[in-house]
């Protein structure tokens, strides 16, 4: 079965970068992408973007784009994301997520989610 | 495309059925799914395509629409359907959400 483990949570302080890893089994990595969402507390999903495994192209949402790099290791099976420059505002929870057919944009399969917190 | 959602907030009881409006700044086809949040659990892909049922989605799920104007709509509501639900649009990016609706018993 698909599974997408995130790492735990984080709490760091402003200014600092986190890297995010997300651990998927139970299907072939390189044939879907991995999309990245945030969930700031109590609102709404913002789409970040996503990487294909095979590739490595990335796509981002212009919003994210200064904020998040996208990356894989398809020897681990992990994608990971790096959050730079942190502030308040990117205290969220973020969730690794797959879509349920190659190239569909709508997802299927999400992380636990890993809550970053940015406080000194 | 930016998808306004309502209403944000909405009770019912158990046996009811509710509906939640999910519209489109511009036409999106029926590139439209529709999510179930719940504490603690993943969030769960309830409905593609506009209409079409993921598998495991209990039948009393319904959604319809297509262009800029969609629903879901919950026949029957059990215990379990108090959540939070959105909607998303794929048929472009960058992929966007609706703001959310949250079903919380009467």
């Known amino acids: 079965q698909v599974n997408l483990l995130q790492s735990g949570a984080a709490l760091v302080k402003p200014g600092a970068s986190v890297k995010l890893s997300c651990k998927a089994s139970g299907y072939t990595f390189t044939d879907y992408y991995i999309h990245w969402v945030k969930q700031s507390h109590g609102k709404s999903l913002e789409w970040i973007g996503y990487?294909?495994?095979?590739?490595?192209?990335?796509n981002y949402n212009e919003k994210f784009k200064s904020k998040a790099t996208l990356t894989v290791d398809k020897s681990t099976n992990t994608a990971y994301m790096e959050l730079s420059r942190l502030t308040s505002e990117d205290s969220a929870t973020y969730y690794c997520t797959r879509s349920d057919y190659p190239g569909i944009r709508r997802f299927a399969y999400w992380g636990q989610g890993t809550l970053v917190t940015v406080s000194s | 495309v930016q998808m306004t959602q309502s209403p944000s907030y909405l009770a019912a009881s158990p046996g009811e059925s509710v509906s939640i409006s999910c519209k489109a700044s511009?036409?999106?086809?029926?590139?439209l799914a529709w999510y179930q949040e719940k504490p603690g659990k993943a969030n769960k892909l309830l409905i593609h395509s506009g209409s079409t049922l993921q598998s495991g989605t209990p039948s009393r799920f319904s959604g319809s629409g297509s262009g800029t104007d969609f629903t879901l709509t919950i026949r029957s509501l059990e215990s379990e359907d108090f959540a939070v639900y959105y909607c998303?649009?794929?048929?472009?990016?960058?992929?966007?959400f609706g703001s959310g609706t949250k079903l919380e018993i009467k």
């Open positions: 998303q649009q794929y048929n472009e990016y960058p992929l966007t």
């Open positions: 511009k036409s999106i086809s029926n590139n």
């Open positions: 990487i294909n495994p095979n590739s490595g192209y990335t």
